[in-house]
């Protein structure tokens, strides 16, 4: 029998492909993120470092300019005037405390947008694998009883997104120096690596390094459109509880109220369908590429 766990890691695969991203490297974002016109909105959830997870988590870690910050400032420059250490170093205390920016914004993502072609794929839930993600209603337990219940049936539908873009743009150069980070990571100890520092090439890109997952761009789309249906049958029980619950969210982008229509129904045996509009005005992010820093350093 499939859970909701299983249904929910082929819905991303189904999802991932349909986009052109490896879903290996792809994290889920839950709830999916509407986004503002503030450009430092946008780049804070590529200013992330991503846990070993299929579920992006953009708030609550610490950030990639604050690692990167650390890592720069404790390394040795060299004396060569093109040294991309020392380079780093004066970028940084140029740019001082100001938010991290990135090489793109909002304007350029909208562009994108509105040029981006549309994805448009069918799904229904004949596979399986097992990791932490929502159920059925946002924060809801992917094993809770209307969640497996809904899993369990042939859960299929369509899903439409107006436009869909892969926006990865690159780090600031008014603050971030590509180089400098490669060189650190190409030499595993001696110069520049401080000796004296606690910050080291295991603590910063090993096995438990605090910068050894990057997030190499989002998945962006707009006007998200989305019908299914489970064959499942709900008691009226779990019909009430599921549109009282369903209100604040559903899967796969659990949107609020506020950013989209979601209309909920039952028929009369109990088998449930779903409809969710989202605004085609409005961006929204709902994945991550990951990469390692091997692969978001090109080594």
């Not at 766990?5 to 974002?29: H, M, N, P, Y």
């Not at 436009?163 to 120096?177: E, I, K, L, Q, R």
Request: aromatic share 12%; with cysteine.
């Amino acid at each position: 029998m499939t859970s909701f766990v299983d249904l929910q890691q082929a819905f991303s695969r189904a999802e991932f492909t349909s986009i052109g991203i490896d879903s290996a490297r792809g994290q889920v974002l839950q709830p999916a993120a509407v986004l503002s016109d503030d450009d430092n909105d946008l780049w804070s959830y590529l200013d992330v470092l991503p846990a070993r997870s299929p579920v992006f988590a953009p708030t609550g870690r610490e950030t990639f300019f604050d690692a990167y910050s650390a890592l720069i400032n404790s390394l040795i420059a060299g004396t060569n005037p093109l040294d991309p250490i020392k380079s780093a170093k004066q970028r940084l205390s140029a740019w001082g405390t100001k938010p991290a920016a990135w090489s793109a914004g909002t304007a350029a993502l909208s562009k994108q947008l509105q040029a981006a072609p549309s994805v448009s794929f069918d799904f229904s839930n004949d596979e399986v694998p097992d990791p932490p993600f929502w159920g059925l209603w946002t924060d809801s337990l992917p094993a809770s009883s209307p969640s497996d219940l809904f899993a369990s049936g042939d859960v299929s539908g369509q899903f439409k997104l107006a436009h869909s873009v892969f926006f990865a743009p690159t780090p600031s150069s008014d603050w971030y120096v590509s180089s400098a980070l490669s060189l650190a990571y190409a030499r595993k100890s001696g110069l520049p690596w401080n000796p004296d520092s606690p910050i080291t090439w295991e603590t910063t890109f090993g096995a438990n390094g605090n910068m050894q997952r990057l997030v190499g761009g989002l998945c962006i789309a707009s006007g998200v459109s989305l019908q299914y249906s489970s064959t499942a049958i709900f008691s009226k029980a779990d019909q009430i509880r599921i549109i009282e619950a369903g209100a604040q969210g559903i899967w796969p982008y659990y949107f609020c109220h506020d950013d989209a229509v979601t209309k909920l129904r039952f028929d009369h045996d109990g088998k449930m369908n779903v409809s969710v509009v989202c605004s085609a005005s409005k961006a929204v992010v709902f994945a991550a590429s990951v990469l390692t820093a091997s692969e978001y350093l090109g080594g």
